[in-house]
């Protein structure tokens, strides 16, 4: 079984297109790195990426990218509607198969360290890389943007933890850091009032004292006029897909609404399946490394 | 995606480890094959491999194996619990990846023209490679088993489909065929009463009217004195496991019986469970060989 790490790096482009080819090109010239996906948006100005490869081979397809970032991307000359403070905005690794989290904190900082002395780009740990708790949260780092960096930079609070308290000129300052795989998953509701939405939203997520590792609100989803409670999870591991299912279901049946369907966006690693089959299915000593065929594949 | 087939031989040798070990450097000289597991019950006098590969791959170390198992076993001195009819004596070919059964079909016959016109040995197809209904089951090919055979290939019915109506003098005669998947999914009750489980058996498998491709009956498992149902899933794509799951819930409830844990034995492949999970959490619209980020990686 290889060691895999996700990394899913955030660019400050979405529109001129040799851009993004440059940077898809950069993704896929690192032996033993497959560029899944990546996706732009105009409007947002901002493309995200996302590879999966060995430790090594992973963090040099992240510098790679963050020097071909900084080489064509100019922040002095950036509009768009997503919040930004680099020409590589965001650069978390995320341990799939046969690496800790430890792994990825290791390596959020061998990739730092050589973005800053070989780049010149100030680097902020955040996430489970943070240096300190205030620093966890990339909107936190993020506040002021790329015009407030120079400023927020002067504030002993917010040294970044490589380099100067100098931003690149054009590149910015850049986040990078090691976070627990997300799952985008959404759970529609049988009922068109987003106020019952917003309510289940409420009590499964953190930071209003539900989940651990669950964010959540309501949405309207007008074209089939039902209401859904939208979630990330951001830990399946700790807490997975069927809990917080379950929990939906618990608390939707206090109205009278049931459950019509769910969807899962973009990616999710395997096991964020095969446990809720796990618990569906009361699999009793079922290890899915030794189990599951495909494992001895990869 | 890579095509990959399954291959799970049955060999008629359980007790002599130089044989074993043999077979085993054998399974791993083919470049792409992986032999994932392999296991040798000294009773059977049987040895059971787990090999998954190219197309091409796969079917080589098929032949390999079957040249290897030629040249060391001879069936005139095997005495074992296990029924048998050859030196090698059974082996299938499983779609797993970007493979379909008509793929598989044709690489069995490709084997098995390759095993009757180099080895000397009578082949059978089997399964879904039969060339007739009353071959697709293994039992009623083996039926007479070694000591039988030389006198049921007498018999106009009973002509190999490759080579003559005589077997080979200590490699005896070989079923080759395509199948589906198998896993072996085992549910425990809530009772000690064994005609419980039986019962439900009954109704669950195909033989007796119940799901196709299912097989299935009754077992005690004294240490925990509870009654299980033991199920061989042989098509879990058409016949999943979350559908024989509810099954046995629904018809266990009528004598006040609760499922009270389930076991995989050995291998499944991963959709077997993704399928189950979509089906609990009432995933809309998912597409596991684009979702799942390990299916990127095969």
């Given at each position: 079984m290889a060691k895999l790490i996700e990394c899913i790096p955030n660019f400050s482009e979405g529109r001129r297109s040799e851009v993004i080819e440059a940077l898809v090109s950069e993704a896929q010239s690192v032996p033993g790195v497959i560029l899944l996906d990546h996706s732009s948006d105009e409007s947002h100005n901002r493309s995200v990426f996302t590879m999966v490869g060995s430790p090594e081979g992973i963090g040099e397809a992240a510098f790679r990218l963050a020097k071909k970032a900084a080489e064509t991307i100019d922040l002095t000359k950036h509009t768009g509607e997503h919040p930004r403070m680099g020409a590589v905005d965001v650069v978390p690794f995320v341990p799939i198969q046969d690496v800790t989290m430890e792994d990825c904190i290791t390596l959020s900082k061998q990739v730092a360290e050589r973005v800053n002395s070989e780049l010149g780009i100030p680097v902020f740990l955040y996430e489970e890389s943070a240096s300190a708790p205030e620093r966890k949260n990339l909107a936190a780092i993020r506040k002021g943007q790329f015009e407030g960096m120079p400023e927020k930079l002067k504030d002993p609070k917010w040294q970044p933890d490589y380099g100067k308290a100098e931003i690149h000129p054009t590149a910015g300052v850049v986040a990078i850091g090691a976070r627990a795989p997300l799952v985008a998953f959404n759970i529609n509701l049988s009922t068109s009032d987003i106020q019952i939405a917003n309510n289940i939203a409420k009590i499964i997520r953190e930071s209003s004292g539900g989940l651990k590792y669950v964010k959540s609100i309501g949405v309207m989803l007008e074209d089939r006029n039902i209401a859904q409670v939208s979630i990330n999870m951001c830990n399946y591991v700790k807490t997975p897909l069927y809990r917080v299912f379950e929990l939906v279901r618990a608390e939707a049946a206090r109205y009278g609404v049931q459950i019509i369907g769910s969807e899962i966006i973009g990616l999710t690693p395997m096991n964020a399946l095969v446990d809720s089959a796990e618990y569906y299915l009361k699999l009793?000593?079922?290890?899915s490394k030794v189990q599951v065929l495909e494992n001895h594949l990869l």
């Open positions: 009793e000593n079922f290890d």
